[in-house]
């Protein structure tokens, strides 16, 4: 195992949920306002996998940017947890607005959004109301990465769902984690147990969530934890590979 600070981070109601794993001492988890708060309490040479889209296109195709549309066909029944993200034009063109806040504004800031996406995507495509709600945190990463090009190497893009696929075998899951935005119970048993016998300690997996977070949330955290560790050890995969690059030099791939 690498000597190396590792994290698994996933977005939560409270903000920013992570199992953090430092070298000699048990993963712990704990919510996060903020991603830069995050990133203050780890060590400067941490690796960092997250759940949330980094690099941005200008234009998008057919199935939103290029790894959502290869990861897809890996994941069946799954394959909805990826959403299309659209263009950077489209994520920023509704500020300041919470995207986590519906209402009017909100209403209104996802009708703009999605005619900037109409207007940079072929074939014209709109704006998923999921991924909107995931623009605050996108823009949030993508600020930081963009002033800050040493990030870019140690925090990397990683998707929960792909991390389970590699977990049982290449598989995807067939049950979700959520049925009609409710926890279902053997979802999460599932991915508790492919977790468990990748070696996480099982007190952890059955510890109630921190505040802030859900269980499904911890869950997801541990899994792109794996996708961490896999990256420092230097045998993560990579769609697509090589990764490419938006044209603020962030790179646009997601690990597993």
């Given amino acids: 195992m690498s000597g190396r600070a590792v994290a698994g981070v996933d977005g939560c109601r409270a ?3 992570a199992a953090i794993a430092l070298p000699g001492e048990p993963v712990r988890v704990a919510v996060f306002r903020g991603f830069a708060a995050l990133l203050s ?14 690099g941005l296109p200008e234009h998008t195709l057919h199935g939103g940017r290029g790894p959502e549309s290869l990861i897809r066909p890996l994941l069946g029944m799954r394959q909805s947890s990826v959403f299309s993200i659209p263009s950077r034009r489209a994520v920023y063109a509704a500020l300041p607005v919470d995207e986590a806040a519906p209402g ?14 109409r207007e940079t995507s072929t074939p014209p495509r709109g704006v998923a109301i999921q991924a909107f709600g995931l623009f605050a945190r996108i823009r949030e990463v993508d600020a930081l990465l963009r002033a800050d090009a040493a990030l870019r190497t140690r925090v990397i893009e990683a998707h929960p769902e792909l991390a389970f696929w590699r977990l049982n075998g290449r598989r995807a899951l067939e049950m979700p984690k959520k ?6 119970p053997p979802g999460l048993e599932a991915r508790r147990a492919l977790l468990a016998a990748d070696g996480c300690d099982p007190a952890l997996l059955s510890a109630p969530p921190p505040r ?25 995969e990579r769609f697509p590979e090589p990764p490419s690059a938006d044209a603020c030099g962030l790179p646009i791939a997601i690990h597993v």
Wanted: glycine share 6%.
């Fill in 179 to 184: 049925v009609r935005n409710r926890p279902h």
């Fill in 15 to 17: 903000g920013w949920v």
């Fill in 212 to 236: 802030g977070a859900g269980a499904d949330d911890v869950l997801d955290a541990l899994a792109v934890l794996t996708v961490a560790r896999r990256a420092a050890a230097g045998t993560v």
């Fill in 104 to 117: 009017e504004a909100w209403a209104a800031a996802h009708r703009l959004a999605s005619a900037v996406a």
């Fill in 41 to 54: 309490l780890l060590p400067a040479d941490a690796l960092i996998a997250v759940d949330m889209p980094i």
